[in-house]
């Protein structure tokens, strides 16, 4: 069996220079990682560091008309640290960065899909978050979003709760996704192993 393999994209916030974290969790677990940023976010990032850790580049950007793909497909994704713009363009359906593009196209692709969201209170209570953070959840998206993942905290401290977010919560939750869907797949495919029926 090939490896699994997991996209940790890591949006512009704080916990995005200690996504290592998750990366050798999910290493831990036996996954393949590849780490993503959105354009912003690679600010955050010790790109060098993630590159060595995963044996990937870490890619931000759309590639070139003609350029080959450079990461194997992803089996799974995990978005940490999401943040509230990418949160609401992804549930708008919005592709102009690499890192939305691959979301939105995991919905469609019916991909287990994992968000942690960082954000200040003021933030998280905008209308628009809390009507995506509904949206995502009814696509089959897990937001792991509310006070007992992880607490809210007042704008311009967010440094201040790092050693608090949740990296764990992540893996968990991709794990028991990526198993029950595993798990969904079989119970589907019938006894002969075809993934369809055999024609009447």
């Known amino acids: 069996m090939s490896q699994r393999v997991l996209y940790v994209i890591a949006c512009a916030a704080p916990p995005a220079g200690e996504v290592g974290q998750l990366v050798r969790l999910a290493k831990g677990r036996g996954w393949e990682v590849c780490v993503l940023t959105t354009p912003s976010g690679r600010r955050f990032a ?23 793909d450079i990461l194997p497909a992803p089996d799974a994704v ?22 939305l593009g691959i979301l939105v196209e995991a919905i469609g692709q019916k991909l287990p899909l994992v968000a942690l969201p960082f954000s200040n209170h003021a933030h998280a209570a905008h209308p628009a978050f809390i009507e995506n953070v509904a949206k995502l959840r009814s696509w089959g998206v897990t937001v792991l979003f509310g006070p007992d993942v992880y607490p809210m905290h007042d704008p311009g401290t967010g440094n201040s709760y790092l050693r608090l977010f949740p990296w764990e919560k992540t893996i968990e939750a991709i794990e028991r996704r990526h198993r029950d869907d595993a798990a969904g ?16």
Do not use: F, M
């Not at 010790?46 to 003609?66: I, N, Q």
């Open 46 to 68: 010790d790109v060098g560091a993630l590159e060595r850790l995963t044996g990937h580049p870490v890619r931000s950007e759309y590639k070139d008309p003609g350029e080959p």
């Open 78 to 99: 995990i978005v940490a640290p999401a943040t509230v713009n990418t949160i609401n363009k992804w549930a708008a359906g919005i592709c102009d960065t690499l890192a």
């Open 185 to 200: 797949a079989d119970a589907a495919r019938p006894a002969d192993g075809r993934q369809e029926p055999p024609p009447a």
